[in-house]
């Protein structure tokens, strides 16, 4: 077989494994009821990441299974495909616009977030035992987790993130808490301690290499937004239970979104961020519903989660 064929069968193979993934994970949550966030987050990692892994060991390896317990035969399908152009096009087309949105919207802004210019970061006694106190609230409940370095930084936008992979940072903006009230930060904070708590950026970029991988296959877009959307839910959930102020923290996160509209440049720049503010906006409404009215729900025991991949590893390894 030549380059390109190989390629488009890797690449089929590997979108209908995600999508059996993506229905599986459907299914689950139809069957389940209600889930906690982090569990979802979870889910949905394992249906981002078991579709590759069986794509490239199918691919790699010797053949996977017995062909009496073959489900769907790919190889046929690939095979009717190469002989009917126009639907051929179509399918490279697909593949090429996922590749561009990955581009785009993914890689453009991480070279950007590494190009920007140098913040200078001063200690403060204050958050350190700010940020110490939030730390205890976390051993009470049972959480171990290590304690960031703490920094105060100098931006013009009330800003809290998790800076760095090995060795994390917290930032926090003078301009954060200058705007919102001490319990609006003191909320704002165990957000992004629970981040931290919950493998942060190292996971991130874990699950983001999986999906890099993936460029692709649209599957996995959708999957890899669900999982950052979750994340994210998944650390107001804990922040929230933990500091027992569910309102206070939705207060804060529409507060923190309505900063940064400013929409500046050329018509496609300023259609572009118009479309990239929408979906942000879109979402962060749906993180306040979801915060203000969702009790807290159980995640699922490890033991469940392996038992998950067990079962959807079984059914991606019989599609050949
Ligand atoms: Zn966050």
Redesign the pocket.
């Known amino acids: 077989m030549g380059y390109l064929p190989l390629l488009l069968s890797f690449l089929i193979s590997n979108a209908f494994h995600s999508l059996v993934a993506l229905l599986w994970l459907k299914g689950i949550q139809k069957l389940s009821g209600p889930i906690a966030p982090i569990s979802r987050a979870n889910l949905s990692t394992l249906a981002l990441i078991l579709p590759l892994a069986v794509s490239i060991e199918q691919f790699l390896g010797p053949p996977a299974s017995s062909n009496d317990f073959v489900l769907v035969r790919l190889p046929l399908w690939i095979r009717t495909l190469m002989d009917k152009p126009a639907l051929l096009l179509g399918v490279w087309a697909l593949f090429a616009g996922t590749v561009a949105v990955f581009l785009i919207q993914e890689v453009r802004p991480l070279f950007r977030a590494f190009k920007r210019k140098h913040i200078s970061a001063i200690q403060s006694q204050q958050l350190e035992q700010w940020v110490d106190r939030i730390i205890g609230l976390y051993h009470q409940a049972g959480l171990k987790l290590q304690r960031p370095k703490v920094c105060l930084i100098e931006t013009n936008d009330p800003v809290a993130m998790i800076f760095g992979i090995v060795r994390p940072v917290l930032l926090i903006s003078r301009k954060l808490l200058e705007s919102c009230s001490r319990q609006e930060a003191d909320v704002i904070i165990a957000?992004?301690i629970a981040?931290l708590y919950f493998g942060g950026n190292l996971r991130m970029l874990c699950i983001w290499a999986v999906r890099a991988i993936q460029a692709a296959n649209p599957i996995s877009l959708i999957l890899f937004r669900d999982i950052t959307d979750l994340?994210?839910m998944a650390?107001d959930d804990l922040a929230a239970t933990l500091t027992g102020d569910r309102k206070v923290l939705a207060q804060a996160i529409q507060k923190m979104s309505e900063t940064n509209t400013a929409v500046s440049g050329t018509l496609l720049k300023r259609a572009r961020q118009e479309l990239l503010q929408r979906a942000e906006e879109e979402s962060t409404s749906y993180r306040i519903r979801v915060l203000e009215h969702t009790s807290h729900e159980g995640a699922l025991p490890s033991h469940i989660l392996w038992l998950c991949a067990v079962a959807l590893g079984g059914m991606l390894w019989v599609i050949v």
Request: glycine share 0%; aromatic share 0%.
């Open positions: 957000h992004e981040h994340m994210e650390c």
